[in-house]
């Protein structure tokens, strides 16, 4: 949280996650080289360059695949969210391997087209953009990793505060156009040349895989997330479907999401979204009126929307009216940070 600045917040946690994302890479790389040429194509002598190139790219997919499964399957199920916490030291490695594997495949295309500039020699390898096979599947590739180079150098907390989560959050889509850009790096480049059955069916199941997942996390989110309806105060469920210390999650007409909390029989309301990375605050725990964001540890009293001191994060609240068991939210949020009294729970009301 930021209550000073510190380039990076380590922790024993994230020792541990990048001591096991390092040691993953350099297992896939041994892999891919050493002990299963056969079975990704490798039979015919290739030159170090190449071999290099072709394993740090393969790398670079796996690991951007894994990221893209992280988000749906934390939001499916719990027990995944210990690997959001750290998605975007991953993204960052994702980046540098990326980055080794353009710097191979520029040393592979400078020594056929010497005499001009290194990424001259990419871009005019293959100018056929006017049609699907045969397309330089070498543009999708570098737009791919100046995406992936910009999601690194904005991963930062300073430049989420700078340019506010929304903005921040915006250019982190580019992540999913980045990642179709790689599907067909991959497909209209490598396949082309080689036609591994191998490599062709892995990759197939990664990419369908991701798709899978963020289906699978939409259609749970469309399930248990009910839209409020009207202009004035909205319903939002029931009392007593909010177990204490837990809360229902709503969207409200404007779009937004509104996270209702029972703490010790009362109820409060504040935006869904964290004010760090617009985590889903509602799926937190309440402690001492507090609640927890699952994806990064940034913490609000349900209260008043304000983060425990010395700390300075705001959301948004809401009034609530309570109507026997069916609980109401005026859809205009206060200020963030806004005090509002908590609405006490009927003995019909509760759980």
Known sequence: MSVKYTPVQWNTSKWVYDAVMLAGIALFLWLFISVAPGALNHEFPVNPPIANARAFGAC???????????????????????????????????????????????GWYFAFFRGAERWETVLFANTSYGQVLGFPFEALGIFALLCLLILAATSHDFWLKFLTPPVWKAIHFLIYPAYVAVVGHVA??????????TMAAIFSAGALVVAGLHIAAAWKERRVDPHAAGTDWV?????????????????????????????????????????HQ??????????????????????????????????????PTYRLRLEQDEVFVDPVPNAPGTPVEPVQATQEAMP
């Open 188 to 197: 209209l480049g490598a396949f082309q040349s080689r036609g591994n059955e």
């Open 235 to 275: 319903k939002v469920g029931n009392a007593s479907d909010i177990a204490e210390g837990r809360a229902i999650i709503a969207r409200l007409p404007d779009g937004k999401r509104v996270a209702v909390f029972r703490h010790e029989g009362q109820l409060s309301a504040i935006s869904n979204a964290c004010a």
């Open 60 to 106: 670079a997919f796996v690991m951007l695949t894994v990221i893209l499964c992280i988000g749906p399957l934390a939001r499916l199920d719990r027990r995944f969210l210990p690997l959001l916490y750290n998605r975007r030291h991953f993204g960052v490695m994702t980046a540098a391997v990326a980055m080794t594997h353009a710097y191979f495949v520029l």
């Open 278 to 315: 617009n985590g889903p605050l509602g799926e937190g725990r309440i402690i001492d009126c507090i609640v927890t964001c699952p994806w990064h540890g940034f913490q609000y009293d349900v209260r008043t929307g304000r983060s425990p001191a010395p700390f300075t994060e705001k959301v």
